[in-house]
């Protein structure tokens, strides 16, 4: 089994979905079933359809999320040091057009989300970090064209 990595602060989040899915979706969902059923004919019970729909969803992302958390290589970030973006690395960055400054964390593929600043490990931002230190220039291929980001700071947080 291929490991991945994972910080540990990814890692616990995914767990506590899996629980919450386990201990409070899952036993209501099978609930909503059975007061469908009860309500007879399945057939034209929409009740029942949206309940069997939410439950095939919810069983397939604790699948998903076994899974992930089963590859899951966990890295604590917090313990890491140095001027070298590596995964866990929290990397200021400025815009070299227009100084306009951002911050992302290198995270795993399973718990990357850009609206947090969490890139995935495998996105061409984080690809054209990894092994950069504080004052290099990077040049980034985005949807937009290329862009060139200067590497203010990296943390470990």
């Known amino acids: 089994m291929e490991r991945v990595p994972m910080t540990l602060r990814g890692h616990k989040r995914l767990e ?3 629980k919450n899915l386990k201990s409070v979706e899952r036993p209501a969902v099978i609930q909503a079933i059975a007061e469908a059923r009860a309500h007879g004919d399945l057939s034209e019970n929409a009740e029942y359809h ?4 939410k439950q095939g969803f919810i069983e397939s992302r604790v699948m998903e999320l076994e899974s992930a958390l089963g590859r899951a290589e966990v890295i604590d970030s917090s313990k890491m040091s ?3 973006v590596r995964f ?3 990397v200021m960055l400025a815009d070299v057009d ?3 400054e951002s911050t992302y964390q290198i995270v795993g593929v399973d718990e990357a989300d850009i609206d947090s600043g969490l890139v995935s490990i495998t996105s061409p931002i984080a690809r054209a970090l990894i092994g950069k230190s504080e004052g290099d220039v990077v040049d980034v291929q985005t949807p937009r064209g290329e862009k060139s ?3 203010l700071e990296v943390k470990w947080i």
Do not use: M, Q, S
Not at 50 to 53: F, L, P, S, V
């Open 16 to 18: 506590a979905e899996l």
């Open 50 to 53: 949206a309940a069997k729909e």
């Open 82 to 84: 140095g001027d070298i």
């Open 88 to 90: 866990g690395a929290t």
């Open 98 to 100: 227009n100084d306009e």
């Open 149 to 151: 980001y200067e590497i």
